[in-house]
């Protein structure tokens, strides 16, 4: 069966500090990978997808980014954290992009809870 | 991309039907509907999902009219566990999550 692991589980950082996050996904290959954050009260906002290794799309300018050095893993990093990049921060796959118009069904991580003060 | 728009909250009690509509006028012909339930801190969960007329599974029902501009995602005999926030998903490349409804289920 297919597994996704998230780590840190919650994290305090002071601003302008670097951020590391990680996923990696278990029991399937080529998974179309994501990153969402929620701030508090808030929907998911999707921060970046990929499709394969090195893929990379971007769909909030920021000063966030991410990486998919293998097959299975995304990293989400910054080089200076700020005030407002505290949230939920949620790594999702699914088993690619359907027929237009057809979402595939996403698999969450547990998340991590980020703070920055 | 389909912008769909729900009800920010709703609230119901212990035994009872609820029924969440989720507004979406221009959906794309090729477009399908999705619908997620999330439970504070985690991360959402697949409930259903459907292109017209009636999708039923061991969670809920969802209802889609003719012309397919709302759908209702059913939920029988809603419990304590089942309050959530639900989120309604139309088509797209890539999936995009709103706000969803809130929904409280009261003793």
């Known amino acids: 069966s297919q597994t996704i692991h998230q780590w840190p589980a919650t994290l305090v950082q002071p601003v302008g500090s670097p951020l590391s996050l990680e996923c990696t996904v278990e029991g399937t290959s080529n998974p179309n990978l994501y990153w969402y954050r929620q701030a508090a009260g808030r929907g998911l906002q999707l921060l970046f997808y990929?499709?394969?290794?090195?893929?990379i799309s971007s769909e909030v300018p920021q000063n966030l980014s991410a990486s998919r050095p293998q097959d299975r893993q995304f990293i989400l990093s910054s080089k200076k954290l700020l005030l407002s990049d505290s949230g939920f921060y949620l790594c999702?796959?699914?088993?690619?992009?359907?027929?237009?118009?057809?979402?595939?069904?996403?698999?969450f991580g547990p998340g991590t809870r980020l703070t920055v003060t | 991309l389909a912008k769909t728009t729900q009800p920010i909250s709703m609230d119901s009690y212990e035994g009872q039907e609820v029924n969440i509509t989720c507004s979406h006028n221009?959906?794309?012909?090729?477009?399908?509907i999705t619908w997620y339930q999330q439970f504070p801190s985690q991360g959402p969960r697949f409930i259903i999902q459907g292109y017209k007329t009636k999708v039923t599974n061991e969670v809920a029902s969802l209802f889609i009219p003719a012309d397919r501009k709302s759908s209702t995602l059913s939920l029988p005999r809603v419990s304590l566990s089942d309050t959530a926030v639900y989120y309604c998903l139309v088509g797209g490349y890539i999936p995009t999550f709103g706000r969803g409804t809130s929904l409280i289920v009261h003793p």
């Open positions: 990929s499709v394969g290794i090195g893929q």
């Open positions: 221009n959906i794309a012909t090729n477009d399908y």
């Open positions: 999702a796959w699914s088993g690619g992009q359907g027929a237009r118009g057809l979402i595939y069904e996403q698999y």
